[in-house]
Structures are given as C-alpha cells and as structure tokens.
T-cell receptor, first 113, second 106 residues
C-alpha cells in the first residue's frame, strides 16, 4: 500500500529544545516536501527535495532544516523551536509523472511552549 | 510565495444540497488538483485536471479546469455528512489554496 508515514503525530515541547520529525515514503518518489498548515493560510511549503542530497527552500523555511540522505526518508529538524512554529506539519511525497499529485502523511501537531 | 485564491472560506449546508467552490490565480498553470482533508488527517487527492476546459467527475464530485488556465471549480452534488472536511485546490507548482471548510448539517 502506497504510504507516507511521519512521527510523532503529536509533540509538545519547550522553546529552544531541538526536535526532529521523521518522514518516510514507500513509493520510490524522488520529490518530497514539508508543509505547515495554519488557520486561514492553507498549506505552505517549508522545504522540498528533488532527490537524494538535493534540498531547497520553500516559501517559509526560516527556523527549519531538512536532510535527504536516502530516497525514502526526509526528516524535518527544528534546531531551536519557538512558539511561532506551533502548527500542524505535513510531509508529502510527489508523483512527478502524474501532474505533481502529492501523497500526504497523517500530520504532526506541534506545540512549542 | 504565491497562494491561490479559494472561495468560499467556509460553508454550512443542509444534507442533500449541492456545493460549489472555486479557485483563481493570477498565473497560468498546467494542472489543477483538488484535495480533501478529513479531520485529523492529511489531504487526499480527489480529482486531477490536466487540460484547459477539461471537466472531470469522480462520483458526486465534478471539477473543471478553466479555459484561461487561471481558475478551477469543484462541485459536490447531493451532499452527505461524510463530505465534511476542508477542501483545497492546488497547482502543479506546489501552491495551495487557503481551503474551504465544509460542514454538512444532517
């Protein structure tokens, strides 16, 4: 079954404490993304990766890092989280050959106190 | 970055009613995609449109790719309670609309 998994699903942390949200896909897609979803703003792309070792900034990259050491995994790293990063985060894997149809993970609800 | 203008922002309708929402942009796109997000889950693709003027159906859902390639609409006929959720339009360039929150009253 085609799947994008991300962990954890829920996380409450404090300002400045480094955290990582993992993402994995089993569809052999080259293109993966991270989005944040905030009320009234829809989905905004944080970072994307077009292939292994190739990453680039999306629309809202400040305060985030990513890495792509393997095709299937694309972790999101918050080195020093701040309260304005409280949000709902989605990892997505993209079928470039199908008009950029995206497959989303189940989401990670992050609260930074 | 660019966002797509999606309206309405929210809708409250009676079960059985039809629903219409649309998305516009100042840019031309090659693909329009419509997603639905159920509460507590990630968005899932409903319909993909690849050609200007294309009209595509998926059950009670119908979507059209505008002739100008700058807009798209989604219709849901005879709504049912499980249609509740947030609907997003998206382009092939990874831009998303701000979403339409749909509530269906039984």
């Amino acid at each position: 079954e085609a799947q994008v998994t991300q962990n954890p699903r829920y996380l409450i942390t404090v300002t400045g404490k480094k955290l990582t949200v993992t993402c994995s896909q089993n569809m052999n897609h080259e293109y993966m993304s991270w989005y944040r979803q905030d009320p009234g703003l829809g989905l905004r792309q944080i970072y994307y990766s077009m292939n292994v070792e190739v990453t680039d900034k999306g629309d809202v990259p400040e305060g985030y890092k990513v890495s792509r050491k393997e095709k299937r995994n694309f972790p999101l790293i918050l080195e020093s989280p701040s309260p304005n990063q409280t949000s709902l985060y989605f990892c997505a894997s993209t079928a470039l050959a199908r008009g950029n149809e995206q497959f989303f993970g189940p989401g990670t609800r992050l609260t930074v106190l | 970055g660019q966002q797509l203008n999606q309206s309405p922002q929210s809708m409250f309708i009676q079960e059985g009613e039809d629903v219409s929402m649309n998305c516009t942009s100042s840019s031309i796109f090659n693909t329009w995609l419509w997603y639905k997000q159920d509460p507590g889950e990630g968005p899932v693709l409903l319909i993909a449109l690849y050609k200007a003027g294309e009209l595509t159906s998926n059950g009670r859902l119908t979507a059209q790719f505008g002739i100008t390639r700058k807009d798209s609409f989604l219709n849901i006929s005879a709504s049912i309670p499980s249609d509740v959720g947030i609907y997003f339009c998206a382009s092939n360039q990874f831009y998303f609309g701000t979403g339409t929150s749909l509530t269906v009253i039984p």
